[in-house]
């Protein structure tokens, strides 16, 4: 199994605060990662980084085996790494179909003018990319929602859509910022059986999520933050049994 994203020595102060320190994260091809720990031990500054939104103090990068340095959200969205967000951050007035629409343009060419003029490569692009977004959302299962406006969309509906727009960027790596908050039981197992279906054709995943068992019960491999410190990596039986992880996270009755 070969390496999809490599990163080393990661640090991040904000201020006084310093968010990640050291922080070293390897992720294979085809696997869902697991990001676990205690509220501010540094997951999302994690995320942010990786993600574009955030840029690090030091570190290196390694993203499929070449260096990486994720400075615009464009830029790491072009590179194939895309992602969705704890606190659902969809265009409330545009229906599903042209959520997922937005997403897809990062892999059109014709510009600005091309819209401006109509020319026949925005055209073909444009229909093209309805297409996709036809496709993502029948993916996730809510194609019969592509005309219905986001706003009014059920909370899972949301977050499923909010994953058909990432995966229309076409990326290598999904990170998955806590998808399963706010669901139900119900909504939980459509969710595990989307991000299985997701890593079996290919995508390979990393998850921030607060359900343990869900973590537990899907992720190949789990890595552990404190206080913006890695106290753990390894697959999920050797990170439950670990007593640092049980000290700082699952001891406290973190679910």
Request: a neutral charge.
């Given at each position: 199994m070969s390496s999809l994203l490599k990163l080393a020595g990661v640090s991040k102060r904000f201020g006084g605060l310093q968010a990640l320190s050291e922080v070293s994260l390897q992720i294979e091809r085809g696997q869902v990662a697991g990001l676990i720990g205690p509220n501010g031990a540094g997951k999302t500054t994690l995320f942010n980084v990786i993600t574009g939104l955030v840029v690090a103090d030091v570190g290196q990068f390694e993203l499929i085996g070449q260096p990486y340095r994720p400075q615009a959200v464009h830029e790491v969205a072009r590179a194939g790494i895309a992602r969705t967000f704890q606190n659902i951050r969809l265009f409330a007035d545009m229906s599903a179909l042209e959520n997922v629409m937005v997403g897809r343009h990062v892999r059109t060419r014709s510009g600005a003018l091309g819209a401006i003029f109509k020319t026949k490569q925005f055209l073909e692009e444009e229909a093209h990319t309805r297409a996709q977004a036809q496709h993502w959302l029948r993916y996730v299962g809510i194609e019969d929602l592509a005309g219905?406006?986001?706003?009014?969309?059920?909370?899972?509906?949301?977050?499923?859509?909010?994953?058909?727009?990432?995966?229309?960027?076409?990326?290598?790596?999904l990170a998955l910022d806590e998808p399963?908050?706010?669901m139900n039981a119900s909504e939980k197992v459509q969710l595990r059986a989307l991000i299985e279906r997701i890593r079996t054709d290919g995508v390979t995943v990393l998850l921030i999520e607060h359900d343990v068992k869900l973590?537990?019960?899907l992720c190949d491999q789990v890595t552990v933050l404190d206080h913006g410190q890695v106290i753990a990596h390894g697959t999920p039986a050797a990170v439950q049994a670990d007593p640092r992880v049980i000290e700082?996270?699952?001891?406290?009755g973190a679910a």
């Amino acid at each position: 199994m070969s390496s999809l994203l490599k990163l080393a020595g990661v640090s991040k102060r904000f201020g006084g605060l310093q968010a990640l320190s050291e922080v070293s994260l390897q992720i294979e091809r085809g696997q869902v990662a697991g990001l676990i720990g205690p509220n501010g031990a540094g997951k999302t500054t994690l995320f942010n980084v990786i993600t574009g939104l955030v840029v690090a103090d030091v570190g290196q990068f390694e993203l499929i085996g070449q260096p990486y340095r994720p400075q615009a959200v464009h830029e790491v969205a072009r590179a194939g790494i895309a992602r969705t967000f704890q606190n659902i951050r969809l265009f409330a007035d545009m229906s599903a179909l042209e959520n997922v629409m937005v997403g897809r343009h990062v892999r059109t060419r014709s510009g600005a003018l091309g819209a401006i003029f109509k020319t026949k490569q925005f055209l073909e692009e444009e229909a093209h990319t309805r297409a996709q977004a036809q496709h993502w959302l029948r993916y996730v299962g809510i194609e019969d929602l592509a005309g219905v406006t986001a706003r009014t969309l059920s909370y899972g509906d949301q977050r499923r859509l909010e994953i058909a727009r990432a995966l229309a960027t076409e990326p290598q790596l999904l990170a998955l910022d806590e998808p399963a908050a706010g669901m139900n039981a119900s909504e939980k197992v459509q969710l595990r059986a989307l991000i299985e279906r997701i890593r079996t054709d290919g995508v390979t995943v990393l998850l921030i999520e607060h359900d343990v068992k869900l973590v537990m019960g899907l992720c190949d491999q789990v890595t552990v933050l404190d206080h913006g410190q890695v106290i753990a990596h390894g697959t999920p039986a050797a990170v439950q049994a670990d007593p640092r992880v049980i000290e700082a996270y699952l001891g406290h009755g973190a679910a």
